[in-house]
């Protein structure tokens, strides 16, 4: 996979793309990052790539050129069509299914804004998509960008072990069953008994009847659209009553 980072602050990106999984990742030939700073594309005399709104107000707005000129230099020079996203406040609230989404695509093209945010014509010309990582604002897109990477890149094939995401959060629809390790008592704080048995069913489902109770104690919303069986219906309906 490709993944290009258009971004005023490209240093931001060094630390993130190039420790742990996502360096891995890229060693290992899963994915190749290029963030460029599309300040380098400006046609005017003092690279300027903001001015102010039309119909006045506060801030400066992302002028239309530069971007669409970093973009046109991506596209000529990949043999891919990138799909261009984004980041913006205003974009589709970003989930697990949306990087499972984005992890299918060969190449796409991450836009970081600043300021006011963008010109509209780039969100209506340029872009395919327009993804939000929350409904908060920050000042750039910068963040968002390096959230969006991580979880698309952890998915790719290989990247991590498989089963250790398919079992993620919201990857089987629910948040994950709680997680111990060694030692079995710490100060008089044990690991149910269930864990230390070895009986894998017994384990199972046990992992599953935690995940469905925490769910329906911290994101009942996340149940709504997931198929139960009858017992995991009652569970789920006896923790939301005690609630
Ligand atoms: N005026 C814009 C608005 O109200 O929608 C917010 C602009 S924000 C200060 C500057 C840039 O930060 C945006 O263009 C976007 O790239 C990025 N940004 C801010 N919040 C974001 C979020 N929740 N998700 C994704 N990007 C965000």
């Given at each position: 996979m490709k993944i290009d980072i258009l971004s005023?602050?490209?240093?931001?990106?060094t630390a993130v793309l190039h420790e742990s999984i996502l360096k891995r990742a890229q060693e290992k030939g899963q994915v190749v990052f290029e963030v460029t700073?599309?300040?380098?594309?400006?046609?005017n005399k003092h690279n300027k790539v903001d001015d102010y709104p039309y119909g006045g107000g506060a801030g400066m707005v992302l002028t239309p050129q530069p971007l669409f000129d970093a973009v046109k230099a991506i596209k000529s020079k990949n043999e891919t069509t990138p799909k261009v996203i984004l980041m913006t406040?205003?974009?589709?609230?970003?989930?697990q299914a949306i990087a499972e989404e984005l992890a299918q695509e060969e190449h796409i093209v991450l836009v970081c804004g600043h300021y006011?945010?963008?010109?509209e014509r780039i969100v209506e010309y340029l872009a395919d998509d327009e993804i939000s990582i929350g409904d908060y604002v920050l000042t750039g897109g910068e963040l968002a960008a390096m959230v969006v990477t991580d979880a698309v890149v952890r998915?790719?094939?290989?990247?991590?072990?498989s089963d250790s995401h398919e079992?993620?959060?919201?990857?089987?629809?629910t948040l994950e069953h709680p997680h111990y390790t060694r030692p079995a008592d710490y100060e008089g704080m044990k690991v149910p008994d269930v864990l230390l048995s070895g009986h894998h069913k017994n384990i199972e489902q046990w992992r599953r009847e935690q995940a469905l109770i925490r769910t329906a104690k911290?994101?009942?919303?996340?149940?709504?659209s997931m198929s139960l069986t009858d017992n995991e219906r009652a569970l789920v309906a006896e923790i939301i009553s005690e609630k």
């Amino acid at each position: 996979m490709k993944i290009d980072i258009l971004s005023l602050f490209p240093e931001m990106f060094t630390a993130v793309l190039h420790e742990s999984i996502l360096k891995r990742a890229q060693e290992k030939g899963q994915v190749v990052f290029e963030v460029t700073n599309f300040r380098d594309f400006t046609t005017n005399k003092h690279n300027k790539v903001d001015d102010y709104p039309y119909g006045g107000g506060a801030g400066m707005v992302l002028t239309p050129q530069p971007l669409f000129d970093a973009v046109k230099a991506i596209k000529s020079k990949n043999e891919t069509t990138p799909k261009v996203i984004l980041m913006t406040p205003q974009g589709r609230p970003f989930t697990q299914a949306i990087a499972e989404e984005l992890a299918q695509e060969e190449h796409i093209v991450l836009v970081c804004g600043h300021y006011e945010g963008f010109d509209e014509r780039i969100v209506e010309y340029l872009a395919d998509d327009e993804i939000s990582i929350g409904d908060y604002v920050l000042t750039g897109g910068e963040l968002a960008a390096m959230v969006v990477t991580d979880a698309v890149v952890r998915l790719l094939d290989d990247v991590i072990v498989s089963d250790s995401h398919e079992n993620d959060s919201f990857s089987m629809g629910t948040l994950e069953h709680p997680h111990y390790t060694r030692p079995a008592d710490y100060e008089g704080m044990k690991v149910p008994d269930v864990l230390l048995s070895g009986h894998h069913k017994n384990i199972e489902q046990w992992r599953r009847e935690q995940a469905l109770i925490r769910t329906a104690k911290r994101r009942p919303d996340l149940l709504v659209s997931m198929s139960l069986t009858d017992n995991e219906r009652a569970l789920v309906a006896e923790i939301i009553s005690e609630k």
